[in-house]
Nanobody, 124 residues
Framework: QVQLVESGGGLVQAGESLRLSCVAS????????MGWFRRAPGKEREFVAG????????YYADSAKGRFKISRDNVKKTLYLQMNGLKPDDTAVYYC?????????????????WGQGTQVTVSS
């Protein structure tokens, strides 16, 4: 019932920036938290950043703190991830996710809907 579509990925050099977007459509979840996850080659899907419905509370993985910023526009039904100072270790497929809970969730199994991902590749 909910569709999430990510965009904004690409190939960049270390130190550059990207802004990922995730547009929700269909029967979206009201008041639910959202998050960004990523899956690097050969790695498990890991939490990157989460945000509450109001945007008043955010939480970041240690790897993202100080470099990434998550935000959302509930009118446009869009989630964003501004990524600055990208590193080669940031190379991964980035996924947008939506939860039914009001609280920020850091485990992928607790999210209800997922996008298909957008590739981010950071070269040295």
């Amino acid at each position: 019932q909910v569709q999430l579509v990510e965009s904004g990925g690409g190939l960049v050099q270390a130190g550059e920036s990207l802004r990922l977007s995730c547009v929700a459509s269909g029967r979206t979840i009201d008041n639910g938290a959202m998050g960004w996850f990523r899956r690097a080659p050969g790695k498990e899907r890991e939490f990157v950043a989460g945000i509450t419905w109001s945007g008043g509370s955010t939480y970041y993985a240690d790897s993202a703190k100080g470099r990434f910023k998550i935000s959302r526009d509930n009118v446009k039904k869009t989630l964003y991830l501004q990524m600055n100072g990208l590193k080669p270790d940031d190379t991964a497929v980035y996924y947008c996710s939506s939860a039914k809970t009001l609280e920020i969730i850091t485990t992928p199994g607790d999210y209800d809907y997922w996008g298909q991902g957008t590739q981010v590749t950071v070269s040295s």
